[in-house]
Structures are given as C-alpha cells and as structure tokens.
C-alpha cells in the first residue's frame, strides 16, 4: 500500500508544483525501479494542470507515473487504495474554488507538506489554509518553507520562522532555497534529478534529497491508513507515530 503525501496551500504560487514534481523525481531515482516499474506515482489534483504540462515536457525521462485527475472524483477519493507504488505525490489547487478537490484528497493523505514562502506577505492565505482546511483533516503535516534567496539575507527567513514557531505549527528542517534551475525546470522540460552535473546544480538537487529524507523518515515506509487486512510486515495502524517521522500538530 501506497503512503499518500499530499502537497497543500491554497495561497496560489508557493511551490506547491515544483516540490511535488522534484520530490516525486528523487524518491522514484533514489528507489529505483523501472520505466515499467515505478515504485512513485505523481498526481495533479489541480484543474490549471501545471504539472501535467510539465509532465509532458519531460516526457519519457519523468523518473515517476503521472496522473491528472482533477475531474475524476471517482480516483481522487480512492487514492489510498492504489495498490502498485510505494509513494504518490498529490499536487493540489492554488485556489479557494476548489476546495472540495482539496478536502477530499486530504481524505486520503498519510501526510500534508504545506509550502511556505519567507514572505511575509504570504502569510495570512497559508494561515487560513491550515487553519481551516489542513488542521481540521487530522492528518500529520509540516510547513516547508520554500524559495528563500540566501542572497536576501536571513531576515525574512527568520521572521518566518518566527511566525511558524509561535503558532505552534510543526515545520520542516530543510529549507528549499530559490535556485533559477527550479524556475525554469518546467519549461525546459526537466526535473531536479535531470539538471545538469554543476555545484549549483548538486546545491539545488541536494534540498530536495534531505526533504526527501525528512518526509520518508526512519521508518521509512508504514502508511498511517493500513488497515487489518494490510498489517503484514508494515506495522499496521497501531505503530505509534506510524514511523512516518511526522510530528503530529499541536504536539510539536
Ligand atoms: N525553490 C524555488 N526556486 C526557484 N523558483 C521557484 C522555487 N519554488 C517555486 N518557484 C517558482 O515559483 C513559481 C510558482 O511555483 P509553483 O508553480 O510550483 O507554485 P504553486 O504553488 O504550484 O502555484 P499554483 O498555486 O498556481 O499552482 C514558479 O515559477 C516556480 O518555478
Ligand atoms: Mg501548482
């Protein structure tokens, strides 16, 4: 059974495309498996469909299976029922029109990685976001604050972190920092495991392989969602923290 990790902010433009598309990628590179056989699946929930474009740029080198299925409420309700990949990464609208899509997808998530930018601008559409659509689903999540120029300084950064600490909300070791690389990976087709050989290339893949490591913890791999039939050798639904390495809100 799969582990559901769904990516959500409703505050529209805050990475939640790119962290999906470059998780998905080194998860799947870093699991292995085939061009038959991947152990990942990505899946866009999101009508603009920005992923599924960028899916297509890639084309026969996306390192996952893609799925868009935001007009197929049949599928985004039963994801957790997916019996073939280890992980799938959900993308989700960047609007408060669709609402629905995203409450239903988080029926199915064994975690929520919600993107933040060090902006303070973008603070109040997040925090309304947690507040009354990620919070109330009950599953673990974790703020991940994404797109900070180290250039910038550690102002904007900090009082972020500030923000995120005061409210108690659990939050991501792993910064994502602003690479021109990610900016453009879509339009030229390509993900994070695909950049070129280069330091600032390793600089900017190497963000994403620690959050990878943060989301798929110790344990690496008990879904939250196994049920009695689904407890051999995974731990079943009583182990603990599902040893997902994800700190439930509030405890944090
Ligand atoms: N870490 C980063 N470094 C550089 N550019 C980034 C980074 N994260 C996001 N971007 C850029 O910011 C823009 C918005 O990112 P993205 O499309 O992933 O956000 P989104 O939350 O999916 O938006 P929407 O809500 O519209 O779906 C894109 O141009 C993307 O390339
Ligand atoms: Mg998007």
Same mark, same amino acid.
């Given at each position: ?14 990475g ?12 799947? #590179? &870093?699991? =292995?498996?085939?061009? !038959?056989? $991947?152990?990942v699946?990505g %899946?866009? +929930? ?7 474009e ?20 049949a599928?985004?309700?039963k ?8 992980h799938?990464f959900v #993308? &989700?609208? =960047?609007?408060?029109? !669709?609402? $629905?899509?995203?409450?239903? %997808?988080? +029926? ?10 060090p902006e ?24 991940l604050l ?25 939050c ?10 990610h ?6 087709g390509?993900t ?7 330091r ?9 392989f620690?959050?990878a ?15 009695p ?12 923290d ?11």
């Amino acid at each position: 059974m799969a582990r559901v990790h769904v990516i959500a902010n409703q505050k529209g433009g805050v990475g939640k495309t790119t962290v999906t598309v470059n998780l998905a990628a080194v998860v799947a #590179d &870093t699991l =292995g498996g085939t061009a !038959d056989n $991947s152990p990942v699946l990505g %899946v866009s +929930t999101d009508p603009q469909a920005s992923m599924l474009e960028w899916a297509q740029r890639v084309g026969d080198d996306l390192p996952f299976d893609f799925e868009q299925c935001h007009d197929n409420p049949a599928l985004l309700g039963k994801l957790r029922e997916i019996q073939q990949y280890s992980h799938i990464f959900v #993308d &989700t609208p =960047g609007s408060l029109e !669709d609402e $629905s899509i995203l409450q239903t %997808v988080l +029926t199915q998530a064994d975690d929520v990685i919600v993107p933040l930018e060090p902006e303070p601008m973008a603070f109040s559409p997040a925090t309304r976001s947690i507040q009354r659509v990620i919070e109330p689903a009950g599953v673990p999540w974790r703020v991940l604050l994404n797109n900070w120029d180290p250039r910038d300084g550690e102002g904007d950064l900090n009082q972020t972190r500030d923000y995120v600490q005061a409210r108690g909300w659990p939050c991501f070791h792993t910064v994502i920092r602003h690479y021109k690389l990610h900016t453009r990976a879509s339009a030229e087709g390509v993900t994070v495991v695909q950049y070129a050989k280069n330091r600032v290339a390793l600089e900017a893949r190497q963000d994403f392989f620690k959050l990878a490591l943060e989301v798929l913890g110790s344990g690496g791999g008990s879904p939250r969602h196994a049920g009695p039939d689904d407890n051999a050798g995974n731990g079943g639904p009583d182990n603990g923290d599902g040893g997902n390495g994800v700190t439930a809100p509030g405890k944090g």
